[in-house]
């Protein structure tokens, strides 16, 4: 199993910033894709940006310019950096993690974390 631990989330003003971080751990034997969604109420969840093992990007245009995707290999650890941040921002935001769990099989696994809310308010 695998656990995924979000982090970061919070109460910012229209133009502020805030950095989201994910942590995972458990039966890790190569993380090939992390990733961050969002899903805003009433709505279903939706890409935000997606980082490779290799550190190659995805981000959905809205926040182009705004955020920046990051990981620490290392560490199992993926951050969202979230600049200029609008209202239609706020949603919860989920980590996600493409994990193969063992070195002798090429089989993958998707997790997702609990979420962290952030809320872009004057």
């Known amino acids: 199993q695998v656990q995924l631990v979000e982090s970061g989330g919070g109460l910012v003003q229209p133009g502020g910033s805030l950095r989201l971080s994910c942590v995972a751990s458990?039966?890790?034997?190569?993380?090939?894709?992390m990733g961050w969604y969002y899903q805003a109420p009433g709505k279903q969840r939706e890409l935000v940006a997606t980082?490779?093992?290799?550190?190659?990007?995805n981000y959905v245009d809205s926040v182009k310019g705004r955020f920046t995707i990051s990981r620490d290999n290392a560490k199992n650890t993926v951050y969202l950096q979230m600049n200029s941040l609008k209202p239609e921002d706020t949603a919860v935001y989920y980590c996600?993690?493409?994990?193969?769990?063992?070195?002798?099989?090429?089989?993958?696994?998707?997790?997702w974390g609990q979420g962290t809310q952030v809320t872009v308010s004057s």
């Open positions: 996600n993690a493409v994990v193969q769990t063992h070195s002798w099989s090429r089989t993958t696994y998707t997790y």
């Open positions: 458990g039966s890790i034997f190569r993380i090939n894709v």
């Open positions: 980082i490779t093992s290799g550190g190659s990007t």
